[in-house]
């Protein structure tokens, strides 16, 4: 069971611990600065926090020591274009994609059985594989050079990007990517080759003809259940979606209050039908319904959603929760929320109750069990 | 959004306290000196040096080559001047930021600063 979580936000990185009656903020690092990520590696307990400087571009540092210190490490870098290659101006902006890293949006440790491999999803929508904990990176060629991976298109962001990584407890060959927007990938022997799945995702802001298209399809957040890798479920820019054949085929989930839009979902650990999501009201209107914020939960594969509200603000708040600002520790029974107007929550009972840890930090971006 | 001036803004005048700037192993005659915004030092350490070439892209270099790590902070992995940066030369605003081809005369200064855009992402 979890007693600790990272909050990485436009401020700083924040640790949280479980003290003898409640959860409160232990300590800061990067006060000031801008941490858009952070990941623990529980396989060696590094952890990392991703950066963006603004001026001085993207960094990533790492910790060994529990968080006291942070040195610098490498961060991907896109090799130079090959001699006469144009790259294809995307429809939607005219404008070909650069090859420069924009942003790091998700970062997962690879299997039990790879130590030191590292993977690390970027905007412009480059997939990085560290086999030495961060100390280098090397952009994975085979989905890069994929004909459709130019097609991919900008989101809220100026550029695509990979937000969502995960690998297969069961097989560390089996990855399974989110981007947004450019739909699930999935890779079966560590990145050598990549298949586009999706059938059955609906992208309503597409005309008809190509609202089923796997490469348009804005995957908000993709998350995989631990004991059972074939069940994935993803938060997507206009509904929920849920896949019990390894990301294959999907099925979207209805009717689901207050609204099926958001960008955060977790899965518990060791029940696939159990998952959570924090809704906002809709895509032009990105706060909670009525003022109220709201963990839904469905425990039975999305058949039927609980929404949750014991310990959370009911009235005049309008929290937005970001893709990683949802977390749930190995239990399942734990989960953390962080939001935009810096508030974060913690539940111990999944998720029937929740406790304020802070309503004062800075914008968060990333929630992260220890 | 505002233009920046073609002169080097006053805040350059705090990079002056960087001192002299340091002749690391070098005999010969003037050099182009390569001064940096303060901001930068709390990241990376950029002390004020002299660096060999005669265009802006080899002075870097030069400079860079000492101070490896700096070069991320200025440059992106293409070699272009980042995004919110910009650098004069003896007070002129750099026009090339691709290739870094702007001519750089041996008693030339070169200030690298950050842009008055860019500092959205701590707001």
Sequence with gaps: M????????????????????????????????????TMRDPRNGDLFA?????????????SRDGGETWPEISVPTYPAMPEGYVPKPHPFTGKAIEWALKLIWGLAPGGADEPG?????TMPGGLFKSTDSGESWELNRPLWDHPKREDWGPNGAEHPGIHSICVDPKD??????????GGVWITRDGGKSWQQTGKGMRAEYFPPEQMYDPNVQDVHCLVQCKANPETFWVQHHNGIFRSVDGAATWAEIENVKPSVFGFAVAVHPKNPDIAWFVPSTKDEKRCPTDGRVVVNRTSDGGKSFETLRRGLPQEWAYDLVYRHGLD???????????????????SEDGGDSWQTVSTNLPPVYSVRFA | MKAFSAQAPSCLKSIESFGSPVYAAYSGGPLPTVRFTQNIQRHVACPTRVAQGTTLRAVLDNYF????????YVLDEQGKIRQHMVAFIDGELVRDRETLSDPVSENSTVDIIQALSGGSTSL
């Design chain 1, 328 to 346: 749930v520790d190995e239990t399942g029974d734990r989960l953390v929320v962080g939001s935009t107007t810096g508030s974060v929550w913690i």
């Design chain 2, 65 to 72: 080559h000492a101070n490896e790590r700096a070069r991320g």
């Design chain 1, 50 to 62: 991703a950066m963006n400087h603004g001026h001085f571009g993207i960094k990533l540092h790492r």
């Design chain 1, 2 to 37: 979890s007693k600790r979580c990272y909050v990485a936000t436009r401020k700083g990185l924040f640790t949280i611990d479980r003290g003898a009656s409640k959860w409160a903020i232990s300590h800061g690092a990067f006060v000031g600065d801008n941490v858009t990520l």
């Design chain 1, 117 to 121: 491999v590292v993977w690390c999803g």
């Design chain 1, 172 to 181: 560390a060959r089996h990855v399974s990517i989110g981007v947004s927007t």
